[in-house]
């Protein structure tokens, strides 16, 4: 976190703002406490992953710390996975879920967990999880005008 004087904040605005790019900016102020200023992305994911978090150790605590089961009881989706998916889920999910609640930091387990999801999704729209995909490479991509 960098630190800037509310007076910085005030008389460069737009310097303050711009070194939220790289993370919060603490705010200094000496006749009130300091302020945080933060991009709203940055909260929300933090909120999202605390809630994420808070929800798998919840349910692991319920399930005396067997992360399979609690993502099964959590979470009606993972059912839609293979049995070896939804191992491999509970391992992934396992080991980020106790490291990011350390570290304050929840984007890999809000990837990871959303990948998931998106797994389960492709299955219930009937994709199956054997199916071969083929991805259009960049240089087959064309331009489209703006519908007016």
């Known amino acids: 976190m960098s630190t800037a004087t509310f007076t910085d904040l005030l008389r460069k605005p737009k310097d303050v703002v ?12 000496r006749d ?4 945080v200023l933060v ?7 933090q909120r999202d992953g605390i809630a994420l978090a808070s929800r798998i150790m919840r349910a692991a605590f319920h399930t005396g710390g067997n992360m399979r089961l609690a993502l099964e009881d959590a979470f009606a989706w993972t059912h839609l996975l293979s049995e070896d998916a939804r191992t491999r889920m509970a391992a992934e999910i396992d080991r980020l879920v106790w490291s990011s609640t350390e570290l304050g930091e929840y984007g890999a387990l809000l990837g990871t967990f959303r990948s998931w999801e998106g ?11 054997d199916a071969t995909l083929d991805w ?3 240089s087959q991509w064309t331009d489209v005008e703006r519908p007016a």
């Open 39 to 45: 991009r709203a992305g940055d909260l929300e994911g």
């Open 18 to 29: 711009e070194r939220t790019e790289q993370g919060a900016v603490r705010i200094t102020r």
């Open 136 to 138: 259009i490479d960049a």
């Open 119 to 129: 797994t389960a999704e492709a299955l219930a729209a009937g994709l199956s999880a």
């Open 32 to 35: 009130a406490e300091d302020l």
